[in-house]
């Protein structure tokens, strides 16, 4: 059976977790009109997990949780510090849960925050770490042993991009003889991975990493039953639902909207996390899954992938309530 | 200092030898087989450059190209730095590496860590710069390649990381004997290199310049967590009112940034620049200076692809003289460029105040 985690990136949602997970009555007329994607895709993936749970287990959604997953994966300046840290640890133990702390790409300084956490919390029993940097990676294989580490999504670096997740792409037919053929080998690419390879996963399991992060991205419904067979990598797969990630950089570009000069740069000292105020949205003459960047990063809404990916058993879905900015 | 360029089958392979006078000491070049492009087309590349024109897709063009550089005493790499290489890509790469196994490269760029471990399980002992699409953003980073995978040659800093990041790194790899390389110039999406998913290339434009992400819409957000208890009660005014606020906000910062974006109209010298200033889109040339001084043994400047063989040669000229110049301060660096515009601070990737 699934496991379900709750990936929450702020510690205001892990403080009130009940609110966070709570299904209210849908707001009326413009009302609706007044909530961001963020809040209404809270809303209708609460009431697909809570269907599902009815239906399949006979009880709560909210019953069902086990783990928290804590953190972020794309920015320095939202690496909690160590006291948000042993904050949450504490809310999470309280609460009967697990943690897994999850690190993003990060510089120098930010790996120096990330290993105070790491320090902590390789005092604590059964705590996992979710790394999207090599460089966490090897803090963890050579210096915080006592923590289990976690391949992040951020790894498996196949190709998901909005704008062909409904609809298809142009092959180019320079020099070619068969683009028909290419479509298809071209779609294997955005499947298959380089945990495919043995011998990268025997390495991986060197370092003792024993699970995986992959993403809800629509792929056709028999491709999914072929993916996430048990034991396809000899790795559990975590699959994160509602929002998959497509890119994100250094240079946010939310914060460098808000900047004098058009300076590009504002990795540094310019962000007074304007990520928490705005966002941007797009608009595509072609017909794709709504996404939305939020800070420095672009996440793609697949909510409505539900169905057709939760009734193959892969080890745990990462349910995100909102989008972990 | 060393001077590493991109070149392509758009450059003779004469040119060769104005490319090194001009100062290149490296070369690195693509390869796509026609064995890989009938399986995978254009779109999905073997070294991250989707076009036929910025790779030489014969083993006679590159047997004759590698000839000519190292005739020319100068090096040439290999580039295949895609990001991520499933099993049957893996095997067609490795035939097409059987194909050029003749051909004596001074060493492989190469992005994913998977591919890099099957390179050295094959026996190919040929040294491995680690690529920017890589990820070495930290020493930690680099610290994991070089304890996994032999016979490291050299490591791309990633663009995005700042001067004060990159001194930190530097310090711990230069004790160490691990040798860097940075990018030089040319245009740097905002995006992160190697945590971008999007599609890039051919007939499908990348994510950052499709009109989808050109034309973004900008909203405020209106709620904070509380936002089930709140919503309620929250009046429908305060949305449309947000929304306008918002707007006239965006109006605000745009006429400023217009405002501030006034620089002098362009001159004659500097409009005779514009082929060059091109080529070099950012640019990160001022901050090479001190670079050397930390110990930095390459810089890049990626010229695949570029079609302008005389800008691309005065570009690697005035790259060779930074490097070469003592004491290249930022005052020389512009003087050197000379083109007050287009060092007005938009378009510095290092050298940036407000990140150090």
């Known amino acids: ?325 | 200092m060393n001077i590493i360029a991109g070149i392509s089958n758009v450059n003779s392979p004469e040119l060769i030898r104005s490319y090194a006078e001009a100062g290149v000491d490296e070369f690195f070049i693509g390869y796509i087989a026609d064995s890989w492009s009938q399986n995978y087309g254009w779109e999905v590349s073997c070294n991250r450059r989707e076009y036929a024109n910025c790779n030489y897709l014969s083993v006679e063009e590159i047997e004759n190209l590698v000839s000519i550089i190292h005739n020319n005493n100068r090096k040439v790499l290999l580039t295949l730095n895609a990001h991520e290489y499933n099993n049957e890509q893996i095997k067609q790469l490795f035939r097409m590496l059987d194909d050029i196994k003749h051909i004596p490269f001074d060493a492989f760029i190469v992005s994913n860590f998977a591919l890099m471990l099957e390179i050295r399980k094959a026996g190919i002992e040929t040294p491995i710069n680690i690529s920017i699409g890589s990820g070495a953003n930290t020493y930690e980073a680099i610290n994991f390649y070089t304890t996994n995978i032999e016979n490291i040659g050299r490591v791309v800093l990633p663009r995005k990381l700042t001067f004060n990041e990159m001194t930190k790194i530097a310090e711990k790899a230069v004790k160490n004997g691990i040798k860097l390389e940075v990018f030089g110039l040319t245009d740097a999406c905002f995006f992160n290199d190697e945590y971008c998913f999007s599609w890039h290339g051919i007939l499908n434009k990348s994510f950052c310049n499709s009109p989808m992400y050109k034309n973004r819409i900008t909203n405020s957000r209106l709620f904070d967590a509380n936002w089930k208890q709140t919503i309620s009660k929250t009046p429908i005014e305060l949305y449309y009112n947000k929304k306008i606020q918002v707007e006239q906000e965006i109006q605000k910062l745009k006429t400023k940034l217009s405002f501030e974006r006034t620089v002098p109209p362009i001159g004659n010298e500097e409009m005779s620049k514009l082929h060059i200033l091109n080529v070099i889109g950012k640019c990160g040339l001022c901050a090479i200076q001190k670079l050397k001084e930390l110990g930095v043994d390459a810089v890049k400047v990626p010229l695949r692809g570029f079609m302008s063989t005389q800008a691309n040669i005065e570009v690697i000229k005035l790259v060779k003289t930074i490097v070469e110049e003592p004491d290249a301060t930022p005052e020389f660096c512009q003087k050197a460029l000379n083109s007050p515009n287009f060092c007005s601070g938009n378009n510095c990737f290092y050298n940036y105040p407000h990140s150090n």
């Open chain 1, 1 to 325: 059976m699934t496991e379900l985690c709750i990936y929450i990136s702020k510690i205001e949602l892990l403080e009130s977790l009940g609110e966070t997970l709570e299904i209210i009555q849908k707001p009326e007329g413009d009302k609706y009109a007044m909530l961001s994607l963020n809040e209404k895709v809270n809303q209708l993936s609460l009431n697909k997990l809570s269907v599902f749970f009815k239906q399949k287990f006979g009880r709560d959604y909210r019953a069902g949780f086990t783990r928290i997953y804590f953190g972020n994966e794309t920015c320095d300046r939202l690496i909690p510090d160590r006291k948000t840290i042993e904050k949450a640890y504490q809310i999470i133990s309280e609460k009967g849960y697990e943690m897994t702390y999850v690190t993003p790409y990060t510089g120098p300084e930010g790996l120096t925050k990330i290993e105070e956490n790491l320090s902590f919390l390789n005092e604590k029993e059964n705590v996992e770490v979710v790394f999207n940097d090599w460089g966490v990676l090897q803090l963890l294989d050579k210096k915080y042993t006592k923590l289990e580490p976690v391949m992040g999504r951020l790894m498996v670096k196949v190709k998901r991009d909005p704008r062909f997740s409904k609809s298809g792409y142009s092959v180019h037919n320079h020099a070619l003889d068969r683009t028909d053929k290419i479509a298809k080998r071209q779609e294997e690419t955005v499947i298959n991975s380089s945990l495919d390879i043995k011998e990268y996963r025997e390495l991986l399991q060197s370092k003792r990493v024993d699970r995986v992060g992959m993403e809800m991205v629509p792929y056709d419904e028999d491709v999914i039953k072929k993916q996430f067979r048990k034991n396809k990598w000899e790795f559990p797969v975590d699959i994160y639902w509602p929002w998959t990630y497509v890119t994100s950089g250094r240079n946010c570009q939310i914060a460098a909207y808000t900047q004098p000069a058009g300076k590009i740069h504002p990795a540094g000292k310019n962000c007074y996390l304007q990520c928490q105020q705005y966002e941007f949205s797009f608009n595509s003459d072609k017909e794709m899954l709504d996404s939305v960047q939020r800070g420095n990063a672009i996440w793609m809404d697949t909510t409505e992938l539900f169905e057709r990916y939760i009734k193959y058993d892969f080890d745990r879905l990462i349910y995100q309530p909102y989008i972990p900015v």
